[in-house]
């Protein structure tokens, strides 16, 4: 399908493209290249001949070029996909005036997307030949360089020159004005026109909705002028077809928007003019092709046909016809056909960019919707994974990433399929109904969550009270109190409604629930109330001190080496100087040891000019230490103030502290200089925990090689914990045991930890670096962590500002101390390295001697009751203990342990009534009535026994409602009882219970002549290997449940 003028091939549509950019020396950004096949092969035959094209050219230097690798369809520091009409979001701080430009030209291509918000286009795609999910826009930009005359010019100069668009098919807008903003109409740009031989009748005026763009509510916007094309001027008069420009016309299209940013809007609704005025403009490549394969519809182009022939392969269905709804006809194969063309487009180009729909709602509404036509309108439910390969064979040349992630793209579609089909045959009752009502929900993953249905219809019922389509911060923790959503739950429902949510007050009102319940604790336990809002009224004085100072220098935190001598950190402490302070919630010039009333409860907050303390970010806790302040008595002997947390706040280091012994001598002034020690040991533990997260998921990629995502992660002092997306991989035991063998591998070869300094642009030419999906990352300054062994076959490329070892032999060591599967496809990793393992081990070594002992002593039949007993408390204390251990020792000790509990039992040295009593007498004494208004528990013992009375283990708690499991041989029973004073309508023994049987689709009976409201038994299901996995699920139902209505 080659391209030729004059006989001479020409290069396709993405150099073209970027050859007649290049007359404004703009750097080019990886063009697209795809060919235009044979109708724009003719239509390029008669492009202007060699001479004029090359005269063009003459009229500006050709400049030297770089090529550099183009953003995602979401941008990878972005958490939503790309909802716009242009590409400007990431060149916003250079609008502002705040970052340099990279380049002043610049040309590109970008993947985009629009789902939701401001440029939706999923409700009208398929029903026209022109609306996309997902498309690609073209574009050139200035950055304080050229304007509108030279933007308008140039564009003109394309599409006339090697486009060969005759001009008389082009109808142009620009900006009426708006009394309202107080700007004027954008006269200029008409002259433009005027004098690039555009008559007045062609030039046509349009108000803010049209022609006026903005990046949001708030920051850079300008007016635009927008290129129309009418695919039949045969229809009527210049006149008449003038009209029906904007018209949502599909037989006249908007072609190309050229927006001339020279605005800023404020907060309060004004606007004010931008340092320098920049150029973006845009044109749509699918209707771009349409053009130049003259065909009236983007799903004609050969850019949809290879998909369509996919489809009707597939399913054998009748050949795509290209007719569109129209008087009641609906059409409803062809739109089929191109709704799940352009489905598939989008979500393979998301998924292979790293967006997730397990994080994305509206990518997982398109991708659930393009499951529903495959499996409803063209009977083959796999049909989406096939069309992948021919989705990546017409956009992979253009976008590499596709191809090479296609197997993976593959493999989600899979896994969300699967998922789907488990979601709705497992949906509730309640949630059928709600889902009747309101069928959108189907897009979202909330029917498993107990309180959803009552809190959905609370949220439909308040929602017009809603200022500013914003869900408010009260509300959302109404939602997570009254009716147990988490944050992930409302966010997905708020990207469901189209709405946003005021987290930060959100999480205010969550912080002040918590103070609350210190509050009450500490006055139940008779001590001092504390003030509920004094944290809060210190955060608010932080926030407003820092807004007035100088940013705080906080590279020294990087400033730090391993001496192997002593095997630990030196951390040179650090001299500076006092910005600002504040004593509790009040700003102070001065403070002295008088004024601090309180010395175990009054805070200092210090602001310095530098700081070498890390505070909390990249899910690593923030360092502690000293400040030393001079002595003004006795010079010799500082002053000693704890830091007791680290805060980063408008750029500024606050350091929060308390005074260490209470003296009227401690005086602190602004300007005063004083010495910054961080606590070593602590670092050390931090650094060595971080090194090990990078590591962990290093080795779980290498070892399994299934799609991997990164949920969160977090390190402390105390362990590392890592939480990963696994497709395809159910881990077990052996499992962990590899991944530590490999990790402690990696530490063995003392392998050099590399930190490079790169820029989000520098960051995007490479295609292996993990990032986490949703993060955000600055422009530049990022930091790239590197471990690389490959004799190992270990490689470690990761985005992070945390502070890491500079050789794995500085861990020492590393294991797993926990595995918890969160999800169909999630695992959560607790770890330890260092000295934190180290620690692990020698418990273990200790444990693992005893249990040796009392093992040695049941072989010798040497057994005694106290034996048992220890055998009972070792048990439990490693059941429901905080105690660490090694993950798999941990399992393999358990079912040792176990194994002889049962050979005991066999031999008749203990009872039932026993078992029961012991771990049901201590489960009471841990959970009293007045913190634990209800039992629900899982007996551990009952996997001992072949069978266990469970009516034993609720005779022993009358006082409150309880509902208790148990599993004896591969079968699972539930016992559920409630006291009459605690019985509503809503809460008794058999609502409850059945809120826990649902997940084992158990049936619920009360024994016979008894009340069901009292109490109701699960009759025995027998359940497979997934037991743990669907007992968490049941158990959090139903924990949920009682707190919902008890």
Known sequence: MACVANGKPISCLGSDLSRAFLIAGA???????????????????????????????????????????????????????????????????????????PHQRVANSQKCVRVGGKHNDLSVVGTDGYHHTFFEMLGNWSFGDYFKR??????????????????????????????????????????IWRSLGFPASRILPFGCADNFWEMGATGPCGPCTEIHIDHRPDLGSVEQRAKLVNAGRSDLTELWNLVFIQYNRHADGTISQLPAHHVDTGMGFERLTAVL??????????L????????????????????????????????????????????????ADGMLPDQNQKLRRVLRKALNISEHVFAQDKLLTQLVPIVVETLGEAYPEMAAKQQAVIDLISHEQEVYKNLRESSSKAFAEVL??????????????????????????????????????????KLTDTYGLTEESFLKLAELENMNCDLERYRAEVNLAKIKAKGNQREIAGGSLCDLANEQRIAEAQAMLTKRLAPT???????????????????????????????????????????????????ISIVTAASNFYYESGGQQSDG????VRNHQQPEHPHLLDVISVKHLNDCVVHVCKLSSPTDAFQLAIGDEVELQVDAQQRQLNTCHHTATHLLNAAIRSLFKKVTYQVSSSVTSDQCKLELGLLGKRLQKSDVQLIEDLINRVICSATPVQVQLLSAAEVLQQNDITMVPGEVYPEQGLRLVNVESPELQLSSKELCCGTHATNTSELSSFCIVNLKQTNRARFAFTAVAGQAAENVLKTAAVLRHRVDLLEKQFQTDKLTNATEAELQTIRHNMLHT?????????????ERITEMLKRIKDSSRTTLKEFVDVEMRTLLQEKPLDTNPFILHYLTSSALVEEIPLQRATKLCQDRPILVISVCDSVVKARCCVPENCITEKFNASAWLQSFADTFNGQIAAPKGQNPQAVCNMKGRRVSNLFEEQLEQAMSKAHAYAKLYL
């Open 882 to 894: 905080d105690i660490k251990l090694p993950y798999a020792f941990k399992m393999d000790t358990l």
């Open 625 to 628: 230490g000293k400040i030393l």
């Open 436 to 477: 009747m009502e309101f069928p959108n929900l189907d897009d979202i993953d909330l029917m498993e969550c107990p309180g959803f249905v009552p809190a959905y219809r609370e949220f439909q019922v308040q929602r017009s009270k809603f200022p500013n389509n914003t869900i408010p911060g009260d509300f959302l923790y």
């Open 293 to 302: 394969q003259n065909k009236s519809s983007n799903y004609d182009t050969d």
């Open 304 to 351: 949809f046909t290879p998909i369509f022939d996919g489809i009707q392969q597939a399913a054998k269905s009748p050949v795509y016809s290209g007719s569109f709804p129209v008087d009641g006809n609906g059409a409803l194969l062809d739109t089929s056909y191109r709704i799940l063309a352009d489905h598939a487009r989008m979500v393979t180009a998301c998924l």
């Open 553 to 603: 220098d906080n590279s020294h935190k990087y400033a730090y080496s391993f001496d192997k001598a002593s095997d630990s950190y030196q951390i040179p402490p650090l001299k500076t100087r006092v910005l600002g302070m504040l004593l509790n919630d009040a700003e102070v010039s001065r403070t002295q040891g008088s004024r601090i009333q309180q010395p175990s409860t009054d805070l």
């Open 150 to 191: 030279e933007a308008c010019a140039m564009a003109l100069e394309l599409l006339r020159g090697p486009y060969n668009i005759d001009p008389g098919r082009l109808y142009v807008t620009y900006f009426a004005g708006d009394k309202v903003l107080g700007i004027p109409a954008d006269l200029e740009c008409f002259e």
């Open 27 to 101: 750097v080019l950004i990886e063009p697209r290249h795809v060919q235009l096949g044979q109708a724009a092969a003719a239509r390029a035959d008669s492009t202007r001949d060699s001479e004029d094209l090359s005269g063009s050219l003459h009229r500006q230097p050709w400049p030297q070029v770089r090529s550099l690798q183009p953003s995602g369809a979401l941008l990878r520091s972005h958490r939503r996909l790309r909802e716009r009409g242009h590409e400007s979001g990431e060149f916003k701080s250079v609008f502002l005036g705040t970052a340099a430009a």
